[in-house]
């Protein structure tokens, strides 16, 4: 089913505070709670919401380096990319991995309390990895704009 206006309106209301209720949603978009809710109800069982959660500051929780690392593989056969895989899904410090076209294979948005922590973990956990060529990183040194809502 397309989305119409209403819908767009509640993705991007959500999008911005994912907490509200349907009632606050309804107060907004000018609706009953009642519409409101079975509207998002909607949106989520589509497929359209996928996950609700929590902005966390980093530098409170004492990650204060983040970083962006492209990693480029010197093989590519299937186990190999499956065992990288595996290595990004339990490695905490990585919080977000794309599979890319270019020179590089993957590019990872890592957090780590210190410079020292993200050496270490580039060293003795991306490099130490049978398959890895090469690493390069890119230290974030400060951020203009961050988890924006999605054009909708």
Not at 48 to 73: C, R
Not at 117 to 128: G, P, R, T
């Amino acid at each position: 089913m397309p989305l119409d206006q209403t819908d767009k309106n509640i993705l991007k209301a959500i999008q911005t505070n994912s907490s509200l209720t349907a009632a606050e949603l309804g107060e907004r978009l000018i609706m009953s709670a009642s519409q409101a809710g079975r509207r998002r109800q909607r949106l989520e069982s589509e497929g359209y919401i996928t996950h609700y959660g929590a902005h966390l500051d980093a530098i409170k929780l004492g990650l204060s380096v983040q970083g962006f690392v492209q990693v480029q593989m010197a093989a590519h056969a299937e186990d190999i990319s499956k065992s990288f895989a595996r290595l990004v899904e339990l490695r905490p410090e990585i919080i977000n991995a794309w599979v890319l076209t270019g020179q590089a294979d993957y590019l990872l948005h890592i957090y780590c309390t210190d410079l020292s922590a993200m050496n270490q973990f580039i060293q003795s956990v991306l490099l130490a990895h049978d398959a890895v060529a090469r690493v390069e990183s890119q230290i974030v040194m400060d951020a203009l704009k961050t988890n924006a809502p999605l054009p909708v």
